[in-house]
């Protein structure tokens, strides 16, 4: 079945770049997401990349997706306080089960002083 | 300004009690979905909706039950036979059901449901 799996907890100093990763089983995923979730707040879609391409930067933002391993990465250039948050990984799949996003557990980054 | 909108914020329910979480959209969005969030525990689909009048049970319906009449509402019922309410609860809605993998899905702010 579909599974994303990320690590739970992240920390890094402000002016670090920070590395979130994620793998996921479904070999047919179509797209790959990050979203950020502030505390108390809902989900805000930061990028996404199809399984076709295998980096997109996006200012501070890159994402590298290794499809052989199913592994995507999402890394966070110049880390600042504002970063902090918890950040998931989703995948879909737009064939016979339509567009249902599957999230991973999130990682929650912490960015101190 | 567009967006999607849950309410309560905060809801706090008696044991054995059903509650009713309000999520409206004006994005004229046709699908919407119910998530719940547990921590460590990612989101977890619990009902979604393609179309008016029409909806499907996501990965943990049980104990929940939804209704869709209108496009713009999808609300949630917690009833009694849901055995561990207390979570935090996100709305969603995009442009199609089919679309959701393609089209960015847009969050509400969510609703915590405390059970005391």
């Known amino acids: 079945g579909e599974d994303v799996e990320q690590s739970l907890f992240l920390s890094v100093r402000e002016g670090d770049s920070s590395v979130i990763n994620c793998t996921y089983t479904?070999?047919?995923?179509?797209?790959l997401y990050w979203y950020k979730q502030e505390p108390g707040a809902g989900l805000q879609l930061l990028t996404y990349?199809?399984?076709?391409?295998d980096m997109k930067q996006d200012q501070r933002l890159t994402v590298l997706l290794n499809k052989k391993d199913k592994h995507l990465s999402l890394r966070i250039a110049d880390t600042q306080t504002g970063d902090s948050a918890i950040y998931f990984c989703?995948?879909?799949?737009?064939?016979?089960?339509?567009?249902?996003?599957?999230f991973g557990q999130g990682t929650e980054l912490s960015v101190k002083p | 300004d567009g967006g999607i909108t849950q309410s309560p914020k905060y809801l706090f329910r008696k044991e054995g009690q059903n509650v009713t979480l309000s999520c409206e959209q004006n994005l004229n969005h046709d699908a919407m979905y119910w998530y719940r969030q547990d921590p460590g525990q990612g989101l977890r689909l619990i009902y979604y909706?393609?179309?008016?009048?029409?909806?499907q049970k996501g990965d943990i319906a049980e104990g929940y039950s939804v209704s869709r009449e209108k496009k713009e509402s999808f609300p949630l019922t917690v009833t009694s036979a849901q055995k561990n309410p207390t979570a935090f609860y996100l709305c969603a809605s995009s442009i199609g059901y089919r679309d959701m993998g393609r089209t960015e899905a847009f969050f509400g702010q969510g609703t915590r449901l405390t059970v005391v």
């Open positions: 990349i199809f399984s076709n391409m």
């Open positions: 909706s393609q179309i008016v009048n029409d909806f």
């Open positions: 479904d070999s047919s995923s179509t797209y």
């Open positions: 989703a995948e879909s799949n737009v064939g016979n089960q339509g567009g249902k996003l599957i």
